[in-house]
């Protein structure tokens, strides 16, 4: 098969036989998408040979470039060894052990002492979701089952992880979603009905939390999830005096705070996670996408 040949394969069969995620069939038809066939380093070449600065990292998650040769060479030696081996209950392997303990490491500001593994960032905020609830259970406070997030929050698409986002685009198609899931403000300086200045702003969506925290009954709340920036619904950055404010009316309360990290874990704000450029421990974190490189 020549390149023409390949490329008009690659093109007719996305049209045909691929359905992209979140997207009607019919658009890979009349709109087809771009098929990058190539990366190096920062850069992205499609199936026509355009070359393209890869803004967004493939989705967030290449955050060292692409085609690095130790991240190659890190695959190709353990392929030589075992490619896979589950972890389930009565078994382990070397990288898994090895990555927990680098992990914990990497994690002592935040005080951080274990690690679970899943299969992405969807899994991991459903996982965080189910261990909160696991953990008032054993704390003899079964009651503790709601879950509070932010509007134009996105945790997943798994079903409790949707449940827990308030954007309308991801939810419409599946609703009802499970129960026991409330939205509350975000604190978006640019688009709110309150006031232009930030630590106010805080301040005002903070104090919204608490009155819904108390309208639900603090003992019915088993956590609060947010994502430390929130990406998919806007890139919006929260004030300086957000997540501190967070911190407290969670301890308040006594209910769990779970930093999604998905995105804004391993370097992607500044800073090393999300949440320490504020100097605040998360009790769980949810991490996918950067881990990767």
Not at 35 to 47: F, L, P, V
Not at 81 to 94: D, E, G, L, M, W
Not at 96 to 113: C, F, Q, V, W
Not at 263 to 273: A, L, N, Q
């Amino acid at each position: 098969m020549n390149e023409t040949s390949a490329s008009n394969f690659l093109r007719e069969n996305n049209a045909k036989h691929y359905w992209h995620p979140m997207t009607d069939p019919k658009r890979s038809e009349e709109d087809p998408p771009l098929i990058i066939t190539k990366g190096d380093g920062e850069y992205i070449w499609d199936i026509d040979g355009n070359k393209y600065l890869d803004v967004t990292g493939g989705l967030w998650n290449v955050n060292v470039g692409h085609n690095r040769t130790e991240v190659k060479q890190a695959i190709i030696d353990q392929l030589d060894k075992i490619a896979y081996y589950n972890t389930f209950i009565s078994s382990a392997n070397p990288p898994s052990i090895e990555l927990s303990a680098k992990l914990i490491e990497m994690l002592r500001p935040e005080g951080m002492t274990k690690v679970m593994f899943g299969s992405g960032g969807s899994d991991a905020n459903e996982t965080a979701l189910k261990l909160a609830r696991q953990y008032w259970k054993v704390m003899d406070h079964p009651e503790k089952t709601k879950f509070i997030s932010l509007k134009n929050a996105y945790h997943g698409m798994q079903f409790g992880a949707l449940s827990a986002s308030g954007g309308i685009l991801w939810r419409r198609a599946y609703e009802p979603l499970m129960t026991g899931f409330f939205q509350v403000d975000n604190p978006d300086t640019y688009r709110n009905p309150w006031t232009s200045d930030p630590s106010e702003l805080a301040n005002i969506c903070v104090n919204i939390l608490d009155r819904e925290i108390q309208h639900q009954g603090p003992g019915t709340v088993a956590a609060f999830i947010a994502e430390p920036v929130q990406g998919a619904g806007g890139m919006i950055i929260p004030p300086d005096n957000y997540w501190p404010l967070l911190r407290e009316v969670c301890d308040k309360h006594d209910i769990l705070l779970i930093a999604d990290e998905v995105i804004t874990g391993f370097g992607r704000t500044g800073s090393m996670f999300g949440t320490r450029a504020w100097g605040v421990k998360a009790d769980i974190m949810s991490f996918a996408k950067g881990i990767n490189s």
